[in-house]
């Protein structure tokens, strides 16, 4: 089993998540998608990452999907095998989506089918302008999986996610950005250096605000109005207790810039 097809990178409290297949344009196969799992396990129980990188080896795709040539040597027992990778691939995604720490997707090239999915659950997006997005799911006559029918729905609107899975559509990065799947458009070989200074921005801010902001995000869809706002008052106090926040508004009073330790 290789241990390179996904890779796992920290230094100084940013790690960058790689898919490194760049001669299958990152297509995930199931070893691929075991490591990201466990790479996942790994962020989870590191309480020291303050921020998450997601990107793709080379300057060819962000994450093609699944490896449809694994699939065409498997049709005897595709359905075993969907089931295997998707059990691995949604546990990670599951906790990706929940991880402490900011996650950013550095998208510097084609995001398809899962990577597509991948991209959706980060919780910002930056792309390069030779980007391209696309669903692709039906187009091998399959469904969407990895979050996809969660996650994109609650980025764009319902006709408009309908047109990418139904006619898989082809986005650039301009599109992509207008429909609200990405924060921002770089030159392409501006990409990693766009990356790099919002990840450290991040990194260096309130991480225990932002980990409190990502929970009551994923929590609204399924809560009342009221318990919602009670939820918010609940974090809020809670975040009052910290060093950060105490640094934080001393800070403001003395017009001076806080120096925030995830604490």
């Not at 070989?189 to 991480?207: C, I, M, Q, V």
């Not at 318990?227 to 060093?243: S, Y």
Request: aromatic letters at 6%; a positive charge.
């Amino acid at each position: 089993m290789k241990s390179n097809e996904i890779t796992l990178e920290k230094k100084n409290s940013i790690a960058t998540l790689k898919f490194n297949r760049p001669e299958a344009f990152n297509a995930v196969n199931t070893n691929a998608i075991r490591l990201f799992h466990d790479h996942v396990n790994n962020l989870t129980c590191d309480p020291s990452i303050r921020c998450v990188i997601v990107t793709g080896a080379g300057n060819k795709a962000f994450c093609a999907g699944g490896d449809i040539s694994e699939f065409s040597q498997n049709l005897n027992k595709l359905d075993y095998l969907v089931r295997e990778m998707t059990g691995f691939l949604h546990i990670g995604v599951s906790r990706l989506a929940r991880l402490h720490a900011p996650v950013i997707a550095s998208i510097n090239g084609v995001a398809a089918g899962a990577g597509l999915s991948l991209m959706a659950i980060c919780d910002l997006a930056i792309a390069c302008k030779s980007a391209t997005f696309t669903s692709a799911y039906t187009k091998v006559g399959l469904s969407p999986d990895g979050s996809s029918t969660y996650f994109l729905q609650r980025l764009i609107n319902r006709r408009r996610l309908m047109e990418l899975y139904l006619t898989n559509r082809v986005l650039n990065s301009n599109e992509a950005l207008e429909w609200g799947l990405i924060n921002k458009v770089v030159d392409d070989n501006l990409l990693e250096e766009e990356t790099s200074k919002l990840a450290l921005s991040l990194a260096n801010g309130p991480t225990l605000a932002y980990s409190s902001v990502k929970k009551l995000l994923n929590e609204t869809w399924t809560e009342t109005l009221e318990t919602q706002m009670e939820r918010e008052t609940i974090e809020i106090a809670k975040m009052t207790q910290t060093q950060d926040a105490q640094n934080g508004i001393k800070s403001f009073v003395k017009k001076e810039k806080p120096n925030f330790n995830g604490k």
